[in-house]
């Protein structure tokens, strides 16, 4: 069963990648009348764009630039391109064998979780040796323990879901077996990952999900947008990983072995082991586990290598659902949790981590309170509660941190497929300032996204409420400097997190309509393939809290993760939040969500001009915020810069005035030069060579007499 549930997806991949290369013809073009209906430029032409934007300005009030105009039209783009006809059999076929292969991979990964994790049956399936070289003995094995069969559920059910939606969504696209396989190509790497039993096993899974997301947020490669997008999505992962590579060959060089239970076995005989690196002496554990999270950094958007997750947005928006909301990003809190038995020796490591987390999920809300780009938003908040997620890993509630990976992935998903069916009824628009208006065209898209915030903002009985309050419960029991700190930006992050979200939902379904008569007259519920899914995550979002909340971070908790987390005697911040926390503490979230909902409320439905004026007031710190605090402009100013000078130095300078002027330009021209000049005494002349001749007869002599 194991083996199914992982390599399903490989196989479907491989006939949907063999359709895509060889299946016979594809889906043609449709012709202009056909695509002007549901292609987003036909439907909104640049003289619409700047009058739509100023009738937003109109009706919220929000307090816009020029340079933000130009801006928001950038960000308004287009979600879809060539429009297809009809699909083909090809088509057809590719869609059932992915969509089939991931549905009867979820309906395994629900029966492995009962009986791995609820039942207590964990096991490891050795498949073949991989790798034996010296000291390194790398097995190709399945890991099935309770860590891995809550990533089982949470990967093949979202993307499962996403499968199935993608059929409806990507309906116009005339590559959708190339999409299809890409989706399962991803699956397949991010299974490898969940059920790695070493080291190295999991880094190919976490450079397979790094090249799948490069194709996927790249799908579109003939819009230049995309393809600067997956460029800095892989170039910014290349910085994370480095760091992760070499945290794999700190962890070899402490314990001899990348094999997990080698490495548990050994943690605890490593504490005050030390690195020499260059004349210094460092702390080994704490130097592989940062250099280990530096990975985790990349992977999950986290502060710092997090300006990759918004510019992804460029790829379709199931995509988004299944990579940057709940999948990939979640592989470094997944790495992390992983290794608990060997970050829990490792303190300043977990320091760092919970820093880190925090400061991530209070910057990344404090940008997305400002963003107009629907999906940019949704993003930015995925970035925020992975940080909560870090945070959580940070002061020991591995728990803690996997729940919310559990419960966000539904939400979060269903908050992006949601936003893509928006999307999908609005002809393509992305930008919330050409929405509104239109929660009776679109009812059962609105009711899930109602169920989606709702699970976000952490109100009581949707799954967000039992485990984000669990996070920030623990983070304060922890007792620590870090973790409180950690709490107070959490409380903060909440409250912002409220905003935007009910902020998101008011600008989108409620309030005058901001779009053309032509877009909302035509505006539609999307097709059940559509909704099914999103009915299914909607479920998640409404029970995976209530349902699941005993096991995962309950009285049940240490029997149901058994050996799969590790946390030391006296260092578990859940029984402390359980047992030692104030009153104020657990209700704090609860109140901060519901100030942070009323706050949008007034702002977007009572008072819709406060929100230009606020902004207008603190210009500098709205325009500081909408630029993403600037990260992007630092590292082009700190990296981009420099290395394109660098390189057009060494291109001019090196290459052009050194190697070519020495070389073609130098020696080599003074050659063919002087060959030239020679090759004119070969006249053919008999008196040219008599000449010629007379001067050597008096070279020869006139030397002999000098130096006889």
Known sequence: MEVLVVFLPLLAFLVAGSIALFGGPKAEPAAAGHGSHGHGHDGHGDDHGHARIAHAHDDHGHHISHDELDHAHDDAHDDHHVVAGPPTAGDRTAQFVTTGALLVSAVLSWILFFDVAVGGHPRTIELMTWIQSGTLDVKWALRVDQLTAVMLIVVNTVSACVHLYSIGYMAEDPQKPRFMGYLSLFTFAMLMLVTADNLVQLFFGWEGVGLASYLLINFW???????????????????????????????????????????????????????????????????????????????????????????????????????????????????????????????????????????????????????????????????????????????????????????????????????????????????????????????????????????????????????????????????????????????????????????????????????????????????????????????????????????????????????????????????????????????????????????????????PNLPGKIAGTFGGIHKFLYNKWYFDELYDALFTRPAKALGYGLWKSGDGAVIDGVGPDGIAAATRDVAARASRLQSGYVYHYAFAMVIGVVLLVAWLSVFG
């Open 221 to 607: 490669y003939e819009k230049p947008s995309a393809n600067a997008a997956a460029m800095k999505a892989f170039l910014v992962n290349r910085v994370g990983d480095f760091g992760f590579a070499l945290g794999i060959f700190a962890i070899f060089v402490l314990t001899g072995s990348v094999q997990f239970d080698a490495i548990f076995a050994k943690a605890p005989t490593l504490t005050g082991q030390t690195l020499h690196f260059l004349s210094w002496d460092f702390n080994g554990l704490t130097i592989a586990c940062l250099l280990l999270f530096m990975g985790a950094m990349g992977k999950s958007a986290q502060l710092g290598l997090h300006t990759w997750l918004p510019d992804a947005m460029e790829g379709p928006t199931p995509v988004s659902a299944l990579i940057h909301a709940a999948t990939m990003v979640t592989a470094g809190v997944f790495m992390v949790c992983r290794l608990s038995p060997v970050f829990e020796y490792a303190p300043t490591a977990l320091e760092v981590v919970t820093v880190v987390g925090g400061l991530t999920a209070f910057v990344a809300a404090t940008i997305g309170f400002t963003q107009f780009d629907i999906k940019r938003v949704i993003a930015y908040s995925t970035m925020s509660q992975l940080g909560y997620m870090f945070f959580a890993a940070g002061v020991s509630a591995y728990g803690a941190a996997m729940f919310h990976l559990f419960t966000h992935a539904f939400f979060k998903a269903l908050l992006f497929l949601g936003a893509g069916s928006v999307i999908h009824a609005l002809h393509h628009e992305q930008d919330m300032r050409k929405m509104g208006g239109v929660w009776r065209k679109i009812p059962f898209t609105y009711a899930v996204m109602w169920i989606g915030n709702l699970a976000l903002a952490g109100l009581p009985f949707f799954a967000g409420y039992y485990s984000k309050d669990m996070i920030l419960e623990a983070a304060f029991a922890s007792g620590s400097g870090v973790g409180r700190f950690a709490f107070a930006l959490g409380i903060a992050a909440a409250l912002l997190t409220a905003f935007y979200s009910w902020r998101l939902l008011f600008m989108t379904f409620h309030g005058t309509p901001r779009m053309d008569k032509d877009v909302y007259d035509h505006a539609h519920e999307s097709p059940v393939v559509m909704l099914v899914p999103l009915a299914v995550l909607a479920l998640g979002a409404l029970f995976a809290g209530v349902g699941f909340h005993q096991w995962f971070i309950g009285e049940a908790r240490a029997e149901f993760w058994g050996k799969a987390l590790l946390v030391l005697h006296g260092h578990d911040p859940i029984e402390a939040a359980h047992h030692h926390t104030p009153g104020w503490v657990a209700i704090a979230p609860l109140v901060v969500g519901l100030l942070g909902i009323a706050m949008a409320y007034i702002g977007y439905i009572q008072m």
